[in-house]
């Protein structure tokens, strides 16, 4: 079975500041792990997603992640964080052997930005 | 523009009534799930499909049936619609189910049961 956990359902920073959402994440075998965007009145949108074919992710708008798996974590960062990130990020994780391929969802960080 | 269509995008529905909201993708993507989103929940499976003619139940089925007929249309019908099922409706497909591709995300339904 697998598990995600975000810490924090709000994040708040100011326009430029560092961006940092935290997801652990709990499973028997290597996970599949993603994050998503959801804009307001919006489907949500692939940010990125690790491979297993290196450890840091580059995604769209600027953000990453880094896989960490003796934290069983995979944190979402942005160095200078910009009104048009506002938005609800989920997590999520899906195991691809051994185990449910079904993604398993965050409850969700709303990221707030302030000017 | 190809990707997940959602009909319709709001609705209000009297308790007991029944309704049909309809998921649409033309990308050829064998797997296909509807989603609930609620407030400080996240997102909960509903039901979910492998392919035409396969479906099973996700976290949270009661009140729902789905039928896969085609590898296109993947439609989520409320039996006798409950005040508890007011919420917004996802549906997602992917085309490698066992794959890390991602989900792509239609653009929800709004759904109040009154």
Known sequence: AQSVTQLGSHVSVSEGALVLLRCNYSSSVPPYLFWYVQYPNQGLQLLLKYTSAATLVKGINGFEAEFKKSETSFHLTKPSAHMSDAAEYFCAVSLPSGGSYIPTFGRGTSLIVHP | NAGVTQTPKFQVLKTGQSMTLQCAQDMNHEYMSWYRQDPGMGLRLIHYSVGAGITD?????????????????????????????TSVYFCAS????????????????????V
């Open chain 2, 57 to 85: 139940q996700g976290e949270v089925p009661n009140g729902y049936n789905v039928s896969r007929s085609t590898t296109e249309d993947f439609p989520l019908r409320l039996l006798s619609a409950a005040p508890s099922q």
């Open chain 2, 94 to 113: 992917t085309s490698g189910y066992r794959e890390n591709y991602g989900y792509t995300f239609g653009s929800g339904t709004r759904l109040t049961v």
